[in-house]
């Protein structure tokens, strides 16, 4: 299995991250892609994945965290990233990034453009993006389609529609299918997830939030994403073995792993 959105940099805070990704090797996860949110943490997602194999990385802002200062940063996000792509290191996306309108729409002008510099540095970069969406997918999609991403990205933590759903895999994307989907309640978005091509779901704990059902008020972690597996295995109609290896298949090609 690959996770491929967990912040362990945030899970390292509160759990011991060696224990947490051995615990998650012998649960069966290869692969973790570790996003950051802001220019803070670039630093650390970058050191666990030389600490650790398997690890890899994603730079960029997460909406929730944009400041004033961010577009500033912006210009020392495309540096690292020219860096790091000369020094091979394992930087496989731009995230998260996105918007959030949850708390409302104050600052909704400098999200917009902070989430524009951002795909217009996955497309120089040619790197996929991972996108954080709340309470915004109408205007996500409208500037997605202004500004297609060339090597396309993820709507992570994916809840809602069957349509809202296909909207972005027309676009070219994947969805990121997570821990809503071990709660019974969420039929919305069960009901999608049975149904959209199982060639665009890629799986993802986001570690330390999105609790599993059973484990509420736990710090998530990556073992935990079997759960999420086998709850897409009840599902969908395909053996556990094709939905499996065609996940693994589905998270490679996005991220382009140099491991292979
Ligand atoms: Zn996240």
Same mark, same amino acid.
């Given at each position: ?6 912040? /362990?940099? /945030?899970?390292?805070?509160? &759990? ?13 996860? @290869?692969?973790?892609?570790? #996003? ?12 666990? =994945? ?28 495309? =540096? ?6 000369? =020094? ?21 002008? &400098? ?16 790197? #996929? ?41 027309? /676009? ?9 989907? *071990? ?5 919305? @978005? ?12 890629? &799986?993802? *704990?986001?570690? #330390? ?19 999420? &597996?086998? =709850? ?14 065609? /996940? ?13």
């Amino acid at each position: 299995m690959i996770d491929t959105h967990c912040h /362990l940099d /945030l899970v390292a805070k509160s &759990l011991d991250i060696d224990t947490v990704i051995e615990q998650a090797k012998i649960a069966g996860v @290869t692969h973790f892609i570790v #996003p950051s949110t802001h220019h803070l943490s670039w630093s650390a997602v970058r050191l666990l =994945s030389e600490r650790f194999s398997g690890v890899y990385y994603a730079l960029g802002v997460h909406p929730l965290f944009i400041s004033e200062d961010s577009l500033e940063y912006m210009g020392s996000l495309e =540096s690292i990233l020219v860096q790091d792509a000369k =020094s091979h290191r394992r930087c496989v996306a731009i995230g998260e990034c996105g918007l959030d309108f949850f708390r409302g729409r104050e600052n909704e002008t &400098l999200q917009t453009e902070v989430f524009r510099y951002q795909l217009k540095l996955a497309n120089k970069c040619q790197l #996929p993006v991972i996108i954080h969406a709340r309470k915004s997918h109408q205007e996500i999609l409208a500037i997605l389609k202004q500004e297609p991403v060339l090597k396309g990205g993820v709507i992570h933590g994916f809840s809602g529609s069957f349509e809202l759903a296909m909207s972005y895999i027309r /676009l070219g994307f994947y969805i990121g299918v997570g821990g809503t989907i *071990t709660y019974e309640r969420a039929k919305k @978005t069960r009901t999608t997830v049975s149904r959209i091509p199982l060639n665009r779901i890629v &799986l993802e *704990t986001d570690a #330390p939030d999105m609790p599993i059902d059973g484990y509420q008020g736990d710090i998530n972690q990556p073992k935990r994403l079997k759960l999420v &597996l086998s =709850s897409l295995n009840v599902m969908r109609c395909e053996d556990v073995q094709t939905v499996a290896s065609q /996940l693994i298949n589905n998270s490679k090609t996005l991220f382009d792993f140099c491991d292979g």
